[in-house]
């Protein structure tokens, strides 16, 4: 029999070249730090917050990463479907697709949501998703291999709410396109994945209109474990589908919601 090798150390990304969207603060912002400290290289997407994924690229560098800020607004056709060539143009190649940025704008009942709503959370949610899939494809292909990981949200499970019915909508098309992805992925060395979030501790309840403290805690109060998850938490799984320790796992979709 031969002997049982034991792990001494975390599964190396070295020289994996990671594009990670939303990738400015709270779990993208994670995701990232967690991905260059075990060797990434890593495409910091921003929109808006371009001096945090500035400074973000600068701490990486300084601790001998390999980090670059690509901005570009998910809901602009042009400035996204541009976005996977730039990546790779910069980092000659793709190994792994993070589809992290997401979110609503607005927590309205559905009765007084605007459609306008609705189709801006499908847009940010699923369809940027989809276009830089679609996008990546091609370079995955090529080099017989590649990864997707899609961050989706625990409420899915549930139904979510009449508040959030826009965004449980959109983060159930997102799952169920993860899986169709797997399927058609699987013979070309393409593994595709969702992570379903429970409650994080991040600032994006607070940028959502209709949203307040009140509900946060009365939200926190609901999670078995008694507490947010931390987006390093979040981050721990995402290195683990994106390293070799993830090389069987395709079409799941994986929870982190403290027992939600």
């Known amino acids: 029999m031969s002997e049982i090798e034991i792990p001494t150390s975390r599964p190396s990304l070295k020289g994996k070249r990671v594009l990670v969207t939303g990738a400015s603060g ?33 701490a990486i560098e300084q601790q001998g990463g390999h980090a670059k800020v690509l901005t570009a607004d998910l809901e602009s056709v042009n400035e996204r479907d541009g976005l996977i060539q730039r990546f790779h143009t910069e980092f000659g190649g793709i190994d792994v697709l993070v589809n992290n940025a997401g979110g609503i704008s607005e927590y309205k009942h559905f009765v007084d949501l605007d459609v306008e709503s609705w189709e801006q959370a499908f847009s940010l949610n699923v369809t940027a998703p989809f276009a830089l899939s679609k996008s990546s494809w091609s370079y995955f292909v090529a ?118």
Do not use: W
């Open 143 to 260: 080099q017989e291999g590649g990864k997707i990981i899609n961050i989706s949200s625990a409420a899915v499970r549930y139904g979510g709410s009449a508040r959030g019915l826009h965004y449980v909508s959109a983060k159930a098309a997102l799952e169920a396109m993860t899986v169709a992805l797997a399927k058609e992925g699987a013979s070309k060395n393409i593994l595709v994945n969702a992570i379903r979030c429970g409650l994080i501790e991040t600032d994006m309840h607070r940028r959502i209109e209709g949203y307040n403290e009140e509900r946060y805690k009365k939200r926190v109060e609901m999670v078995p474990l008694g507490r947010p998850g931390r987006p390093e938490e979040v981050a721990a799984l995402v290195a683990h589908l994106a390293s070799e320790d993830g090389a069987f796992i395709t079409g799941q979709v994986l929870t982190i919601a403290g027992g939600d």
């Open 26 to 58: 709270g779990i993208g912002r994670a995701i990232v730090q967690n991905l260059a400290r075990d060797g990434a290289e890593i495409g910091i997407h921003c929109n808006s917050n371009r001096d945090a994924a500035a400074a973000l690229a600068i």
